[in-house]
């Protein structure tokens, strides 16, 4: 019998959901500035890689984290990204880490959803979930459709 591999995989480990990008600097030496009170909320850290994903025009990249003044609601798009990412995106802000197979089972990932305003509406540790008053206080593309959830929940 072949012995069981023990993989170290890259899983998401935090999310900011549908965010509402704030302003574009191109001027800036790259990055992209984060609420601070988001950043931990998302149990993101700074430096960290993420990727920006858009949702208003489709654009997806990595970056890395600066954090913000907290409260503030600030998502600022610093560097080249701001050809592709604009004020007024709805974006969706994910981190990753690398996680031994043993310990998926135990891991929790991090996932805020936030308003048009970008403050705090709900967290969960569901990736494809949304709860049902955060699936209606959202921004995004659609006004008068609400967030979906996808997949099968975690167990808890």
Same mark, same amino acid.
């Given at each position: 019998?072949?012995?069981?591999?023990?993989?170290?995989?890259?899983?998401?480990?935090?999310?900011?959901?549908?965010? +509402?990008? %704030?302003? =574009?600097?191109?001027?800036?030496? &790259?990055?992209?500035? @984060?609420?601070?009170?988001?950043?931990?909320?998302? $149990?993101?850290?700074?430096?960290?890689?993420?990727?920006?994903?858009?949702?208003?025009?489709?654009?997806?990249?990595? +970056?890395? %984290?600066? =954090?913000?003044?907290?409260?503030? &609601?600030?998502?600022? @798009?610093?560097?080249?990204?701001?050809?592709?990412? $604009?004020?007024?995106?709805?974006?969706?802000?994910?981190?990753?880490?690398?996680?031994?197979?043993?310990?998926?089972?135990?891991? %929790?990932?991090?996932?805020?959803?936030?308003?048009?305003?970008?403050? @705090?509406?709900?967290?969960?540790?569901?990736?494809?979930?949304?709860?049902?008053?955060?699936?209606?206080?959202?921004?995004?593309?659609?006004?008068?459709?609400?967030?979906?959830?996808?997949?099968?929940?975690?167990?808890?």
């Amino acid at each position: 019998m072949t012995p069981a591999l023990n993989f170290q995989r890259e899983v998401f480990c935090g999310k900011i959901h549908r965010a +509402t990008v %704030t302003e =574009a600097d191109l001027d800036y030496v &790259g990055s992209v500035t @984060i609420d601070r009170n988001l950043l931990e909320a998302a $149990n993101i850290a700074v430096g960290q890689k993420v990727d920006i994903v858009d949702v208003t025009n489709g654009a997806r990249l990595s +970056t890395y %984290t600066i =954090a913000g003044e907290p409260g503030k &609601g600030e998502i600022k @798009i610093n560097g080249a990204a701001a050809h592709l990412i $604009n004020p007024g995106d709805i974006v969706i802000i994910i981190a990753y880490a690398y996680v031994w197979d043993q310990d998926l089972a135990d891991f %929790t990932p991090h996932v805020v959803l936030v308003d048009k305003q970008n403050q @705090i509406i709900s967290q969960s540790a569901q990736p494809g979930q949304v709860d049902p008053v955060g699936a209606t206080q959202t921004g995004g593309a659609s006004e008068s459709a609400p967030l979906r959830s996808s997949g099968i929940p975690r167990p808890q």
